[in-house]
């Protein structure tokens, strides 16, 4: 929700200035840039990275050869059980903690635009290594992406502890431009994560693209098999950080399905309402924690429903406009795992529906240290398109004081017209969006912009709301119809 996240109903004093900042720098009614290509069919979309990061095209060159690498060799790395100690162990002994290992093609240690060092893979993977000078958009870190290793069978990779890790692969390619000219598989501990990737299908030629996956490793050595199909398989870089002790299947961990009876009110274990009509964006509605506003539909579903009416708020501002605003703060938060909700978005100019999160820090760090995920953002003059964005601290001074990359998609259909599964897969280092079941978006630390700070390694908290008006949504008009709703079938938390 970008700037209003941010904003508190205390924050009286401070919000003439901030909505002149919002106001100046209202980045995504002009930034955002969303290549979405309808495809024929229910629910085909597809999504690019918003445009606006890219960075020049550059010269293209010939990848050289360099020297082969070794596999199989004793090393200081070893075999199972031999790896050296955790990069970051944890404090309390309990475990690795939040270790994590980087490592490229580059025969020599790389430093990323986040400040984070890659070392060179050769000791762990067959196959030859390359370089080239050709400009990777997408990325922030080209270094990565101009370093490959091509033609591996495997990766050896040792971990510190038994657990569940995350391994995100960076690619991009710099020697073909049509699809089906390279084509491979990609294995971890035996089973197959990625079948058939097509790098230039996926990214185009020349971009930064991903593969990330989950894998449960319990012989001390992370062993990824690259199986080719088309020419040879390529990987530039290779992340692997621990996500959790346990090497079970990703489960359900907490959800509401809303299934209270008519006119109940959201639960309030789960949920608190956030009132008051002082959020950021100068948005038009006051959020109000009555039935009118929010409700469980005795169907499963909570509505969030949006009034056009005179209503005094608690900070004695008429507006005219009401709505509601949930979060779990204070009662619910996580780190790391799948978070989603099926909702069925309003529609009608001047209506701003999101699912989104914070990190719990807010109210000490301040916004946008704390972070913010947008799981689920939607204007409700483009009802076929949602947008999925993080927000993070930039160092670009008050003007540009967060970072905002941002993915959408297009859906052939209005969204209004039936439910959706909005859904972010959330690891260490990276986001990935998805929209009923299909990734349309991958963010990660290497690829932000210079001077910007990963700040998504910590407790986050849910938020469900219905905004009205605002720089980036607009004003309602004669054709925005009242009352409106987002209806929310269910919120669910896996890991
Ligand atoms: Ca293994
Ligand atoms: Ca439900």
């Not at 010939?62 to 075999?79: D, F, L, N």
């Not at 995100?168 to 035996?190: I, K, N």
Request: net charge positive; with cysteine.
């Amino acid at each position: 929700m970008g700037l209003r996240g941010r904003l508190s109903t205390e924050a009286l004093a401070l919000r003439a200035g901030l909505r002149s900042v919002a106001h100046r720098y209202r980045r995504r009614a002009v930034l955002v840039v969303v290549i979405g290509l309808l495809v024929q069919g229910a629910s085909q979309t597809t999504g690019q990275r918003d445009t606006r990061r890219r960075q020049p095209a550059g010269v293209e060159t010939t990848m050289q050869e360099a020297g082969r690498g070794s596999i199989g060799q004793p090393s200081t790395w070893g075999g199972p059980g031999q790896g050296r100690a955790p990069a970051s162990p944890d404090p309390a002994g309990r475990g690795p903690g939040s270790w994590v290992t980087r490592i490229s093609a580059s025969p020599v240690a790389i430093v990323d635009a986040a400040g984070r060092q890659w070392s060179p893979d050769a000791e762990y993977a067959d196959g030859r290594s390359a370089v080239t000078d050709v400009h990777v958009e997408g990325t922030s870190s080209p270094a990565i992406y101009q370093h490959e290793r091509w033609g591996m069978s495997a990766y050896r990779i040792p971990v510190p502890a038994t657990g569940t890790y995350a391994v995100d692969l960076y690619l991009a390619e710099t020697t073909f431009s049509q699809p089906r000219q390279r084509v491979f598989d990609v294995s971890a501990e035996g089973g197959v994560k990625a079948s058939d990737v097509d790098i230039i299908k996926a990214a185009g030629r020349n971009r930064a693209y991903h593969v990330i996956f989950t894998v449960a490793v319990t012989d001390g050595r992370l062993d990824l098999g690259f199986i080719n199909k088309v020419y040879y398989a390529k990987v530039n870089g290779i992340e692997v950080a621990f996500v959790r002790s346990s090497t079970v299947a990703r489960k359900l961990v907490w959800a509401d399905e809303f299934n209270g009876s008519p006119n109940a009110r959201v639960d309030r274990r789960r949920w608190s309402h956030e009132i008051g009509g002082a959020w950021g964006e100068g948005e038009l509605q006051a959020y109000t924690n009555r039935v009118a506003n929010s409700y469980q539909d005795g169907r499963g579903h909570l509505v969030i429903a949006t009034q056009a009416e005179r209503y005094t708020g608690a900070d004695s501002i008429t507006r005219d406009y009401t709505s509601a605003r949930i979060s779990t703060k204070n009662k619910y938060s996580f780190q790391y795992g799948v978070f989603e909700a099926r909702l069925r978005t309003p529609v009608g100019k001047g209506l701003w529906p999101a699912f989104w999160a914070l990190g719990t820090d807010i109210d000490r760090s301040g916004w946008p240290k704390c972070g913010e995920i947008d799981v689920m953002e939607s204007l409700g003059h483009e009802p076929r398109k949602a947008s999925g964005t993080i927000h993070g601290p930039s160092s670009g001074g008050e003007a540009h004081p967060d970072y905002e990359p941002s993915y959408s998609i297009v859906n052939t259909s209005a969204l209004s017209q039936g439910f959706h599964t909005y859904g972010v897969r959330w690891l260490p280092g990276s986001i990935e969006f998805y929209f009923d079941g299909r990734r349309y978006g991958a963010i990660t630390a290497s690829d932000l912009p210079g001077g910007s700070r990963w700040v998504f390694d910590h407790q986050f908290y849910l938020v469900l709301n219905v905004a009205v008006g605002g720089q980036w949504a607009g004003s309602p008009d004669a054709t925005t119809r009242f009352p409106q709703a987002l209806h929310v079938d269910y919120v669910r938390v896996y890991q």
